[in-house]
Each structure stands twice: as C-alpha cells, then as structure tokens.
C-alpha cells in the first residue's frame, strides 16, 4: 500500500528503453523466421518456458485488464522479465561448461547487459541523492534487480 502515497520511479528514459528493446527483439525474432537456420532448431525447452511466460503474461493482461490495474501488470511483467534474464545466460553457460570452451560464443551481449546494468544502477543512485530518497530502488524493484 505504500507505492499509493509515494512517487513511481519510472523515467522517460526507462520507457524509451523498454520500447527500443521491444523493437530490437521483435526484429531479432523476425529474422528467426525469415532466414535459413540449417539444422539449427529451437529446443523444446525453449518453446515450453515461451508458452508458459506468454500464457501468464496473457492471463495477468486479462486480470488487469477490466479493473485497470496497469501498475500491477507492470509489477508482474518486471517480474517475468527479471526471471528471463536470470535464465537466459544458462544454456550457453552449460554447453561452454560440457564443451570445456567459448568457442563460437560472442561476450559482445554480456558486456552491453554489465555496462547498462553499472550504469543503470549509477542512475538510480545519483537520482536517489538527488531526490534525497531510496525510492528509485525500492520502488521499481524489478529495475534494480535487473540493474544488478
């Protein structure tokens, strides 16, 4: 009840970011669909944590929906994209572990997530002294966690 009295931290700079990652993705996922792949397949793994995250993101948007609950949807869409993030990295991690080698395997992505996390986690902070207030942190937990 305490995010009702106080100031939601959400920049416009927070919500170009989220549209220009939502463009960025859906030109990657459209280049899945237009390009050869070889033998390359999208695993089974894959389409079931997809099914499931689109069903939940589906369900909550229809939840919300008749009450205009946007800012708990947004709470439970930060929190479905806290957990992809934190599973995102594993499949390539396992597979360098068995292969024993990061061969084929590009840091470039690694390093643009490190550097907007530090910089994104610098933002909160230099605005929290600015505000005199931790609410940049705790208000918009989903930020700070993928921040960290």
Sequence with gaps: MYRLMQMIPVAANDVAFSLHAV????????????????????SKVCISISAVVWSAAIVCLIVAWPKSN???????????QVAMTTVKYIPQA??????????????????????????????????????????????NIGKTLLSL
Aim: hydrophobic share 45%.
């Design 23 to 42: 463009a960025l993705t859906s030109f990657t996922l459209y280049q899945v669909f237009i390009y050869e792949r070889g033998n390359q397949k999208v």
């Design 94 to 139: 396992v597979m360098n572990f068995r292969r024993k080698s990061t061969v084929g395997w590009s840091i470039g992505n690694i390093l643009l997530d490190l550097t907007g996390g530090v910089l994104n986690f610098g933002q909160m902070g230099v605005q929290s002294i600015d505000q005199h207030t931790l609410v940049n942190f705790y208000g």
């Design 70 to 80: 946007w800012l708990w949807l947004i709470d439970v869409f930060n929190s479905i």
